[in-house]
């Protein structure tokens, strides 16, 4: 599941910045827009690594109560 999301967070960094890249606009316009992207971007990778955190949390901890209570 993991390498799963890492290739749609990728492949979607890389459409948006072909997508800037290509489209017809000043240097300096692009540049602000691939600088506005690569942000969302980070923000959007900061987001899925501390939801995955959480879940892996509360799976761990789903898994050991399960444990103490075989016990």
């Known amino acids: 599941m993991g390498r799963w999301i890492k290739g749609l967070f990728t492949g979607g960094l890389l459409g948006v910045v ?9 240097g300096e316009e692009t540049r602000k827009k691939l600088s ?5 971007a980070k923000k959007v990778g900061e987001d899925v690594k501390t ?21």
């Open 18 to 26: 072909a997508g800037v890249l290509f489209a017809p606009q000043k």
């Open 36 to 40: 506005e992207a690569m942000d969302k």
């Open 51 to 71: 939801k995955g955190e959480e879940l892996a949390s509360k799976a761990k901890q789903k898994i050991d109560e399960a444990l103490e209570a075989e016990e």
